[in-house]
């Protein structure tokens, strides 16, 4: 569904996203990474918002550059800042991404996702007086309105309690057996663990490791977690600065 090669951004000197291959299918895939690592710009590349310096991505069979409209037709991105119209109904923000869509049927498809994502009953409501979990839980649905093969997701659970947390998550293993394929950055590493499919962890713009949870953290040893590899792989601010970082390692790992 998605082939990245050799894909590169550049913000002046800065090389935020550096020679990135990688291939996903259909799965739930999490790009995993320390703030500034390069995930939400891979994330804008493929989703037609930012242009490549170089290389090249696919998105269901569509170069991201030449086909950037079809890539749209096919996907679907819920950003990390909340994407509702606050002062319109559940229903009437999703109303208008079905419009914006051009969604046949448009009335029945809206009622459809809102359903699904468990919001007829406030659907009449203004957005300003939803909770943080049922506003991430709406952004979904204005998503889900024209049927994507793709849904793209940053942070799709930052900021929620438990409860929303799980409820999200809820949704995403629905959609996942439904077919769909997801992409989505977390730096909640306990939830990449549970639930993706494989996991990729980038670091300075390079994908450091990629595979299954279970893969990389038996590859680590008896007992780890994918917090512990991610230690492994991620260079902190102690070691960018050339101090020794063992100890502070194992002071997080006893946190």
Same mark, same amino acid.
């Given at each position: 569904?998605?082939?990245?090669? &050799?894909?590169?951004? !550049?913000?002046?000197?800065?090389?935020?996203?550096?020679?990135? /291959?990688? !291939?996903?299918?259909?799965?739930?895939?999490?790009?995993?990474?320390?703030?500034?690592?390069?995930?939400?710009?891979?994330?804008?590349?493929?989703?037609?918002?930012?242009k490549p310096s170089s290389g090249t991505a696919r998105v269901c069979g569509?170069?991201?550059?030449?086909?950037? &409209?079809?890539?749209?037709?096919?996907? !679907?991105?819920?950003?990390?800042?909340?994407?509702?119209?606050?002062?319109?109904?559940?229903?009437?923000?999703?109303?208008? %991404?079905? &419009?914006?869509?051009g969604v046949p049927d448009r009335n029945s498809k809206v009622e459809e996702?809102?359903?699904?994502?468990?919001?007829?009953?406030?659907?009449?409501?203004?957005?300003?007086? %939803?909770?943080?979990?049922?506003?991430?839980?709406?952004?979904?649905?204005?998503?889900?309105?024209?049927?994507?093969?793709?849904?793209?997701? /940053?942070?799709?659970?930052?900021?929620? /309690?438990?409860?929303?947390?799980?409820?999200?998550?809820?949704?995403?293993?629905?959609?996942?057996?439904?077919?769909?394929?997801?992409?989505?950055?977390?730096?909640?590493?306990?939830?990449?663990?549970?639930?993706?499919?494989?996991?990729?962890?980038? /670091?300075?713009?390079?994908?450091?490791?990629?595979?299954?949870?279970?893969?990389?953290?038996? !590859?680590?040893?008896?007992d780890a977690s994918l917090n512990d590899v991610f230690l492994e792989n991620? &260079?902190?601010?102690?070691?960018?600065?050339?101090?020794?970082?063992?100890?502070?390692?194992?002071?997080?790992?006893?946190?």
């Open positions: 569904m998605i082939e990245i090669r &050799k894909l590169s951004r !550049s913000f002046g000197n800065l090389i935020a996203v550096d020679n990135l /291959d990688l !291939s996903v299918g259909n799965e739930i895939f999490g790009l995993l990474g320390p703030n500034g690592a390069g995930k939400s710009t891979t994330v804008m590349m493929l989703t037609t918002l930012l569509y170069d991201v550059e030449r086909d950037s &409209k079809k890539v749209r037709s096919k996907i !679907s991105y819920v950003p990390q800042d909340m994407a509702v119209d606050r002062k319109l109904t559940g229903r009437e923000n999703v109303q208008l %991404y079905a &419009k914006l869509y996702v809102l359903e699904m994502m468990g919001l007829s009953d406030r659907a009449s409501d203004l957005v300003a007086t %939803y909770s943080g979990g049922m506003r991430r839980r709406l952004e979904l649905a204005q998503a889900l309105v024209h049927e994507p093969e793709v849904l793209f997701l /940053d942070e799709p659970t930052l900021g929620l /309690d438990v409860s929303g947390r799980k409820k999200i998550w809820e949704h995403i293993r629905m959609l996942k057996a439904e077919g769909m394929t997801i992409f989505m950055t977390t730096h909640y590493l306990e939830e990449a663990e549970k639930y993706c499919n494989r996991v990729a962890i980038i /670091d300075k713009g390079r994908i450091a490791v990629v595979g299954t949870p279970e893969n990389l953290i038996s !590859s680590i040893g008896e991620v &260079k902190t601010p102690e070691e960018q600065a050339g101090f020794n970082s063992t100890q502070f390692r194992n002071l997080l790992r006893r946190r």
